[in-house]
Every structure is written in structure tokens, then in C-alpha cells.
């Protein structure tokens, strides 16, 4: 099974404060993925990376920032934390070689709440 | 325009029944379909998936039904299990840069099998 490690689980933090999640990987998977969870919203992409260094926007990218110096970790930042990026926050990576995105494994997602 | 439009947002089936889930979209460059399933408090994980040049798959009591030229997708859950309540999410694959290729997703659908 691919290794996926998001931390941390929970958080909770202030309006205006910076936040970084981490995801850490086993597999030196080239591609990985941020997603952000919202009731009514679905899973909604905000940044991705295809290698180290190489990172491009989703659908949700303002406000956050990625970073990703090594192949295992996908760094995810909220420069300055609002009550609209409370929220369930998911890694990926895709499992298969190649350009393909198809068989995306999540982590097990961290819990974001801003006050 | 990236959109996959799910529904419906719930449904209440009986065990054993049919649970229909469609899906549609408007980007003809979407080129590959899955579908994931989630349970509570964990992440998105693929169920079942289809490519346009194939109008039907299935795997098990799941089957997707593809209708290219209709742009539409469903999964049919046949002989509905409480096993099988769960959010899920259809899903389509479009081309990023570096060659890189990311998911967009529907905003999910909520089973519950009734026993």
C-alpha cells in the first residue's frame, strides 16, 4: 500500500495566523495533490505538484501557497488563515507511473478549523 | 468549462435495491472517469473507473454506464448492501501542465442502505 502521511490531524488556529500541513510519502511518487473537502463543495483541487520544485494551481489556489523540496513531502500553506479555509484537508498522490492521475490514494485527511 | 455535475446529493435505498448515481460534464477533453467512495473519516478511495471508448464497465455489484455522445456517467450499485452506505464521487481526468494530468470531482452523493 502506498504510505501517505498527513499531519497534523486536527488543528485549530486564529483568523490571520500562518498554518502548514504537511504530507509525507514512502514512494517517491512523482505526482501529488491537495485537496481541499467542503459540505456541498465535493473535493475541490488547490495546488499539485509534478516533481520536486514543480507546482501548479487547482480550482481553489488563492490563499495557499505549496511547496515541495523532496520527492516524499507536499507541503500545503495558509499564509493568512480566514474562517473560509476552515476545512478537511486531503493529500494524494497518484499510484500509477507515468503522466496519469487516475489512481488517486489519499491520505486520511487533517481536520482544519479557523477561529 | 471544468465542471462534473453529480446528483443526486443523497439517497435512501433499501438493501438489495439499485442505487443510481449520474454524473454529466461538458468538457469533451475529459478523457477518463472514476468514481471513489469515502466512509466517514477517511479519505476518497477508488471504487471503479471507465474510458470514453467504452460504454459499459463492471466489476462486481458496481457497473458504470458511459453515454459519450449524451456526456453523462452513472454507477449502478446492484443488490445494495448497509456495507455500501458511504459519500461518492464521480470524477474526470483533465490534462494540467508538465504534462501532468489532474481529477475534478463532482460534489459527491450520500448512500445510505437501509437494512
Known amino acids: 500500500d502506498a504510505g501517505i502521511t498527513q499531519s497534523p490531524r486536527h488543528k485549530v488556529t486564529e483568523t490571520g495566523t500562518p498554518v502548514t500541513l504537511r504530507c509525507h510519502q514512502t514512494e517517491n511518487h512523482r505526482y501529488m495533490y491537495w485537496y481541499r473537502q467542503d459540505p456541498g463543495h465535493g473535493l475541490r483541487l488547490i495546488h499539485y505538484s509534478y516533481g520536486v520544485k514543480d507546482t501548479d494551481k487547482g480550482e481553489v489556489s488563492d490563499g495557499y501557497s505549496v511547496s515541495r523540496s523532496k520527492t516524499e513531502d507536499f507541503l500545503l500553506t495558509l499564509e493568512s488563515a480566514t474562517s473560509s479555509q476552515t476545512s478537511v484537508y486531503f493529500c494524494?498522490?497518484?499510484?500509477?507511473?507515468?503522466?496519469?492521475?487516475?489512481?488517486?490514494?489519499f491520505g486520511s485527511g487533517t481536520q482544519l478549523s479557523v477561529l | 468549462q471544468q465542471q462534473v455535475k453529480q446528483s443526486p446529493q443523497s439517497l435512501i435505498v433499501q438493501k438489495g435495491g439499485i442505487s443510481i448515481i449520474n454524473c454529466a460534464y461538458e468538457n469533451t477533453a475529459f478523457d477518463y472517469f472514476p468514481w471513489y467512495q469515502q466512509f466517514p473519516g477517511k479519505g476518497p478511495a477508488l471504487l471503479i473507473a471507465?474510458?470514453?471508448?467504452?460504454s459499459e464497465k463492471k466489476e462486481g455489484r458496481f457497473t458504470i454506464s458511459f453515454n459519450k455522445s449524451a456526456k453523462q456517467f452513472s454507477l449502478h450499485i446492484m443488490d445494495s448492501q448497509p456495507g455500501d452506505s458511504a459519500t461518492y464521487f464521480c470524477a474526470a481526468r483533465v490534462r494540467g501542465q508538465g504534462g501532468s494530468e489532474k481529477l475534478v470531482f463532482g460534489k459527491g452523493t450520500k448512500l445510505t442502505v437501509n437494512p
Open positions: 494524494a498522490i497518484s499510484l500509477t507511473s507515468g503522466f496519469t492521475g487516475e489512481k488517486l490514494f
Open positions: 471507465i474510458r470514453p471508448d467504452v
